[in-house]
């Protein structure tokens, strides 16, 4: 983004006889405070140290430490600011960096020809110098440290005489020793902002919502004109490299099952919501699963701020706009919904909506139906709490649309168990779920609060055998598929390999030649195993001892942690299945049916049939007659009863 260096004359610039105006202050750390932690932001310029405060009952506070500048050095820099803002033309420049290294240089030459005059004879004056004339107008003033420190996540300032406060990744919410003491002062800064943002803020137009350069995303508001305490900012800073999904794997928050499972997901086009409070981590989680996206698809991202960043070349990227209008006129606006419908005319084979929380979500569901990938995040405590919001004004998403999101995963920001190397807290995706239909949700993956571990449940996955089905696959082939995916993101994670533009290029890899970077990575494809009759017979029968009708709303049974599905897991739902099948043309034909029209019918062989017809004979649900030259089968009634049970679950 341009910078508009000019208004540095405005807000920097000062009459010669014009007294320093000190519009806040820094704290320093009390003697009796007990220092917790201390890092170096620039050194030897700038550090910080995170402190427990007697006087606070020993809550924990955030110091900035900033080499001291004498009173003859400030009155230099005031001059040499001054000259700077006047001499330099931004308009020649384009590009930060440039406008950052021109500055400097100027300074650089400042400084040398009137040293004599500005009476520099200390030799660690010239750097100090230069350390604050790039803090005052290429940096952040007063915050500059807070929006250079990589541990902070937000920065808030609630008024003058108030502590700004931060959002520590290791201390969470804690005050600063900044304090803005001017209210005119805190005035010029939010002016400042918002014109580095390129955006206009004043007493007419009190809100500004915008992006600072860097991408960090910028609330504030005007005086008093909406907030009582006067201005008022928030920052919500944006990591210069996004987090991969081998990044989310180490902090935790993922594991490598359930990334294989997003992995899988997303090459067929699956679509997925992404629910979560405040701060849980929903964009995060949006832009690591989004950098899964099978090479050469095309996709379109729709956001009102800026935050997604792809690793990939086939991207449209789409921001709203605001009403340049006057009282209500909606001039220019461009929104969500405006530009959701536009998305579509693009035929993007991945749709993903930076957050929904209007009539945009009824186009994205029209999107999905159509047969684009849908992703998106949504506000939400729960996934009952955000198919809620989609189902009432102003979203108005049919019920009968909601299944056509496939997937639904709930993150949330946690307390993690108490561990003397980790801190307390924590970001996990505490439940993954299928949605099978509307209140009929499978939850495929779960996090245990006690145990910091993910479970698995991918033996109810309902999309698992749909996806196998329409890749030509056995639910075997696909469960292998997943282990070999989970094995390469755990091979990238042990080696070190997180950045995401080099885990975008192992995942490009892995589709132009699977076989080669298998070999590579020293990863071994299972074979596939011959299955014995006494394996099958071996194995958890099915569900037959029902003496009473089930209630409508059948509940998986409980299964034992921890679950690792394994493959008589697999053989015993394929087994089910079939079973199913061949009730279900007994069931159609009063009760008897030849052997031979049910293989036809099935295109069963003949060794994978006899084990079928063997495992029912033994449970008792059917009968073998034999009349002449063939064989008939008849369902018995212990086989009704069964058959009832299975269409209400293997049926939908």
């Known amino acids: 983004m341009e910078l508009n260096l000019g208004i ?12 320093k105006e000190v519009g806040y202050i820094k704290e320093p750390v009390p003697e009796n405070a007990e220092i917790i932690e201390r890092y170096w932001i620039t050194k030897p310029f700038a550090r910080v140290t995170i402190a427990s405060i007697p006087e606070l009952g020993g809550a924990i506070k955030y110091f900035v430490e900033e080499i001291p500048l004498r009173p003859e050095e400030e009155a230099v820099l005031d001059k040499i600011i001054n000259i700077v803002a006047a001499e330099i033309n931004p ?12 500055m400097l240089s100027m300074a650089d030459k400042i400084i040398r020809k009137y040293e004599k005059k500005f009476k520099i004879h200390r030799p660690d004056t010239h750097k100090k110098l230069l350390y604050y004339i790039e803090r005052e107008l290429l940096g952040f003033g007063p915050i500059d440290v807070l929006m250079k420190d990589y541990h902070i996540e937000d920065i808030s300032c609630d008024g003058v005489d108030v502590p700004v406060y931060i959002w520590h990744r290791k ?9 803005f003491k001017d209210k005119v002062f805190l005035d010029n800064f939010i002016v400042k902002l918002a014109h580095r943002s390129g955006k206009h803020v004043s007493s007419a137009f009190p809100i500004v919502d915008a992006m600072i350069y860097g991408k960090h995303r910028l609330a504030a508001s005007f005086r008093e004109e909406v907030s009582p305490k006067g201005s008022t900012f928030t920052i919500r800073k944006f990591r210069e490299e996004p987090y991969s999904i081998i990044d989310l794997i180490d902090l935790g928050t993922i594991n490598t099952d359930m990334a294989a499972y997003f992995w899988l997901l997303m090459e067929n086009k699956v679509s997925m919501l992404i629910i979560g409070g405040t ?6 989680l949006l832009n690591a699963i989004a950098t899964l996206i099978k090479p050469g698809y095309k996709v379109v991202t729709v956001e009102e701020t800026a935050e997604i960043n792809l690793p990939i070349d086939n991207w449209v990227q789409f921001i709203s706009r605001e009403s340049y209008g006057i009282s209500g006129a909606k001039v220019g606006e461009v929104t969500l919904f405006d530009l959701v419908k536009t998305s579509l005319r693009y035929r993007p084979d991945y749709l993903i909506v930076g957050e929904v ?12 139906a159509t047969g684009h990938g849908g992703l998106c995040t949504i506000h939400g405590e729960s996934l009952d709490a955000a198919v809620k919001r989609l189902t009432s004004p102003p979203m108005n998403v049919s019920e009968s649309y909601i299944p056509l999101m496939n997937v639904a995963i709930n993150i949330e920001r946690v307390v993690l168990p108490k561990r003397p190397t980790t801190t307390s807290y924590g970001r996990r995706v505490t439940y993954v779920w299928e949605i099978r239909d509307y209140n009929d949700y499978i939850p495929v993956f779960e996090w245990s609060p ?4 993910f479970y698995s449940y991918i033996e109810r996955s309902v999309l698992l055998p749909r996806l196998a089905h329409k890749l030509g696959l056995t639910l075997d082939d696909l469960l292998r598929e997943l282990r070999i995916r989970a094995r390469i993101l755990e091979w990238l994670k042990d080696n070190g390999i997180r950045s995401f533009r080099e885990v975008a290029k192992y995942i490009n890899e892995f589709y132009v030649n699977k076989e080669e970077l298998l070999k590579k990575l020293g990863i071994e494809v299972e074979e596939e195993k011959e299955i014995a009759v006494s394996e099958v017979e071996e194995l958890p029968s099915p569900p037959v001892e029902i003496e009473t009708t089930l209630p409508t709303e059948v509940k998986p049974p409980k299964i034992e942690r921890p679950i690792v599905r394994r493959f008589p897991y697999d053989l015993a739902e394929e087994v089910m299945n079939k079973i199913y099948k061949i009730l279900k043309i007994l069931m159609g034909r009063k009760g008897v049916y030849s052997d031979i029209d049910i293989k036809t019918r099935l295109n069963m062989d003949d060794v994978e049939f006899k084990k079928i017809i063997e495992i029912m004979r033994k449970h008792h649900l059917i009968s073998i007659e034999k009349k002449r030259k063939h064989t008939y089968i ?16 293997l049926g939908k």
């Open 450 to 453: 006690s145990e910091d571990i």
């Open 634 to 649: 008849r369902i018995r009634k212990k086989g009704i009863k069964v058959y009832n049970t299975l269409s209400s679950q």
């Open 8 to 19: 540095f004359k405005k807000l920097f610039k000062r009459g010669s006889g014009e007294k």
């Open 171 to 179: 201390y969470e919410s804690i005050p600063t020793n900044i304090v």
């Open 91 to 102: 308009a020649e420049f384009k590009e930060e960096n440039n406008v950052r290294d021109a």
């Open 357 to 368: 929380r209007g009539e945009e979500a009824f186009v994205l569901f029209q999107a999905v």
């Open 279 to 284: 701060a849980a981590g929903k964009t995060t």
